[in-house]
């Protein structure tokens, strides 16, 4: 039980373990910010969509209630001229006051004026000494159809004060007195004052357009803009304007390359739009601020994280490092750094059985040192240190990667060769003592030479456990020693 729970702690226990879940975390981390912040993203630009819808629909509204209302007294005027042909509305006492409530009933915001048939201004309600203005060149006096409906004007500069007015002109049925057209100026200063209340601040605007992209009017106030195109874009287009109606997109501003989110809607029985707009950066400003706090929150974690991870690596490699060097100790014969006669032993039995279930060969070589104790009693224990330092550098130099080198006893070496046939044996043990003949350490008492005796066997069908195998390679070295050393037998 015990080890089986050491063999899963090791499992979970290694350094490949922890960058995997370490990287799974990451992943699903930030994976999670990622989602997060697009899905937050959208559903902040979908806010800000319906919030510019709704306020779309309150401006247009309003803007359409005050058309309607510059319709009726447009109309209202038209009626009384034509109901009362004879008088000069001019002079008329009973127009004048009718005209007067339109301008008090409006804060004087509108104002109604007459045009002749000339073009000349008439404004019943200022100063009959000053000669009259000419609207013969505009565009509301030649453009105003002889329905009867309305037609929206540029902007124009109204005097004395300079302010801007929207006109809007009725072309009557047939000209009475003289005047063919009746003309309500809207005061656009006090219309962009409306419209700069209600707009979203900072970066936000209002505008009116006219049905052919002209625009009327605008907050923040830009004279500049006033009377112009909007060209490109949907709104170039009359066509295309039914279309726009509940529509908020992201357009981008050809000169000031700025992004805004814009919603678009026709002002019901008029020739009119309504653009409501925020900035782009300004609307995804707490976005961006939310998405700060997730990253930093985010990296919060992940700093911490990684250094766990650096350090659990790190006292891993260092657990790993100190594994080795104790299977090493627990392996190695720490002399010749050579295998060990248990290490050698426990590999003996497993090849052993996998030779048997492979059907094939395997050879050990039983290697001793002549008069090993003669050389380490006579010259002392360093110099028989370096005689089996020796000895295992030359073995390791005649064996192969596959092959075990292992020291069984004082002077005694056992090497394990797989898939090796006793003939084949013979030719590697013939080279390991050529090898170890050649052999000079220079000592205080003069050159030490020495030589091995090799007893070889090949394990056999019949055999029941490696001690069968180590007892017929301990009798061959035995017959070798007794040959007279410096032998090699195989049984």
């Not at 127009?95 to 004026?113: K, L, P, W, Y």
């Amino acid at each position: 039980m015990a080890k089986t729970t050491s063999k899963h702690l090791e499992e979970w226990a290694n350094p490949r373990t922890v960058i995997i879940l370490t990287l799974l975390f990451f992943v699903a981390l930030w994976s999670f910010v990622g989602f997060w912040t697009v899905a937050a993203r959208q559903e902040r630009i979908a806010m800000a969509g319906e919030f510019l819808q709704r306020m779309t629909y309150a401006v247009e509204d309003q803007t359409r209630r005050q058309f309607r209302l510059i319709n009726v007294f447009l109309a209202a005027s038209a009626q009384w001229l034509e109901a009362n042909p004879a008088r000069d509305p001019r002079r008329d006492l009973a127009f004048r006051n009718m005209i007067e409530g339109f301008r008090s009933r409006t804060g004087e915001a509108i104002d109604i004026r007459l045009v002749a048939t000339d073009g000349r201004i008439f404004d019943v309600l200022g100063d009959p000494s000053e000669p009259p203005t000419s609207a013969a060149g505009s565009d509301y006096f030649k453009g105003a159809p002889a329905d009867g409906t309305l037609f929206i004007g540029k902007p124009t500069r109204r005097q004395p004060d300079g302010h801007f007015g929207l006109p809007i002109a009725v072309r009557l049925a047939d000209p009475i007195d003289g005047f063919s057209t009746l003309v309500a100026v809207i005061d656009l200063t006090l219309l962009t004052e409306v419209y700069e209340k209600q707009r979203r601040k900072p970066g936000g605007s209002i505008t009116l357009l006219r049905h052919d992209g002209t625009v009327l009017a605008v907050a923040p106030d830009d004279a500049q803009a006033l009377g112009q195109a909007v060209t490109g874009g949907a709104l170039a287009s009359e066509a295309l304007a039914p279309q726009l109606d509940n529509v908020v997109v992201v357009e981008e501003s050809a000169d000031t390359q700025r992004r805004q989110f814009t919603s678009y809607a026709a002002v019901t029985d008029f020739p009119l739009l309504v653009t409501v707009s925020a900035d782009y950066d300004e609307v995804l400003v707490p976005w961006l601020k939310q998405t700060l706090w997730i990253i930093l929150l985010a990296l919060g974690i992940s700093v911490p994280l990684l250094v766990v991870a650096f350090r659990s690596l790190r006292l891993l490699q260092a657990l790993a490092l100190r594994d080795a060097e104790l299977q090493q100790l627990a392996t190695s014969d720490q002399l010749t750094g050579v295998s060990n006669r248990q290490h050698f032993v426990e590999t003996l039995d497993e090849a052993l059985l996998r030779a048997q279930q492979s059907q094939s060969p395997l050879t050990i070589l039983l290697c001793d040192i002549d008069f090993f104790k003669r050389l380490n009693d006579g010259y002392g224990h360093a110099v028989g240190d370096l005689v089996l330092i020796a000895f295992a550098e030359v073995a390791n130099r005649c064996l192969r990667a596959m092959d075990l080198l292992a020291r069984v006893g004082g002077g005694e070496f056992a090497i394990l060769l797989h898939a090796t046939e006793a003939s084949d044996a013979v030719v590697v043990a013939e080279r390991l003592r050529a090898g170890i003949a050649a052999i000079s350490i220079p000592t205080e008492n003069g050159t030490v030479q020495f030589t091995a005796s090799v007893g070889a066997s090949q394990a056999r069908p019949d055999d029941k456990s490696f001690d069968d195998l180590m007892k017929r390679a301990a009798e061959a070295l035995a017959d070798a020693r007794a040959g007279g050393h410096d032998q090699l037998v195989v049984i």
